[in-house]
């Protein structure tokens, strides 16, 4: 079946610009994840998602960031006034709701802020 | 909260040498904890979990892991590796508990020589 499915898979755009980030999960999982990946800098926990429950936005850096799920699937990552150190790969991942599945990554969105 | 550090960022070693990439966690309560990989250009993959049980796991590609609760670890190791093991390798971890959020370590960069 169809993996996790991100978009756009390049994103280049001039500071100051506000900035959306598409994740289409696998069909089914119930838990979604973004996690910001940074040269040398592992895996940034951003936010999770785990059905209609509250997400937990603890790794979100700044009130810039925001994020929503709609309709239990699609979500959209938001930047506002994008910076510089905002350039990354943005990482999406889904999984079923047993804590001990895997989680599927996306390709991921590059996102480069010049 | 949880934490992880991988204490090594880069390990290289010659082909069908042993192999050992360290792993520490802290966590105030039981945890979760996995190894995922992510080879040139691609996504991220489970490499192997340890949930409950057995505190020496296997997984794919030969790879195998020991949880230690004593020591919070969580070294990962292969007795003979390949040049086709290069891969930046990361180390997670979530609690048992109400949150189903997913803690990545920093990653080590796995280079195999000819």
């Known amino acids: 079946g169809a993996g996790v499915s991100q978009s756009p898979s390049n994103k280049v755009t001039e500071k100051g610009k506000d900035v959306e980030l598409r994740c289409d999960p696998i069909s089914g999982h119930t838990a979604l994840y973004w996690y910001r990946q940074s040269l040398g800098q592992g895996l940034e926990f951003l936010i999770y998602?785990?059905?209609?429950?509250?997400?937990?936005k603890s790794g979100l850096p700044s009130d810039r960031f925001s994020a929503e799920r709609t309709g239990g699937s699609v979500s959209t990552l938001t930047i506002q006034r994008t910076q510089q150190e905002d350039s990354a790969v943005y990482l999406c991942?889904?999984?079923?709701?047993?804590?001990?599945?895997?989680?599927?990554f996306g390709n991921g969105t590059r996102l480069t802020v010049t | 909260a949880q934490s992880v550090t991988q204490l090594d960022s880069q390990v290289p070693v010659f082909e069908e040498a042993p192999v050992e990439l360290r792993c520490n966690y802290s966590s105030s309560v039981s945890v979760y904890l996995f190894w995922y990989v992510q080879y040139p250009n691609q996504g991220l993959q489970l490499l192997l979990k340890?949930?409950?049980?057995?505190?020496l796991v296997k997984g794919i590609n030969g790879f195998e892991a020991e949880f230690n609760k004593s020591q919070t670890s969580f070294h990962l190791r292969k007795p003979s590796v390949h040049i086709s093991d290069t891969a930046e390798y990361f180390c997670?971890?979530?609690?048992?508990?109400?949150?189903?959020?997913?803690?990545f370590g920093s990653g080590t960069r796995l280079l195999v020589r000819p």
């Open positions: 340890y949930l409950s049980g057995s505190t």
């Open positions: 998602f785990q059905g209609n429950s509250a997400p937990d």
């Open positions: 991942a889904s999984s079923t709701r047993d804590r001990g599945s895997p989680l599927h």
């Open positions: 997670a971890v979530t609690g048992r508990d109400s949150s189903y959020k997913l803690i």
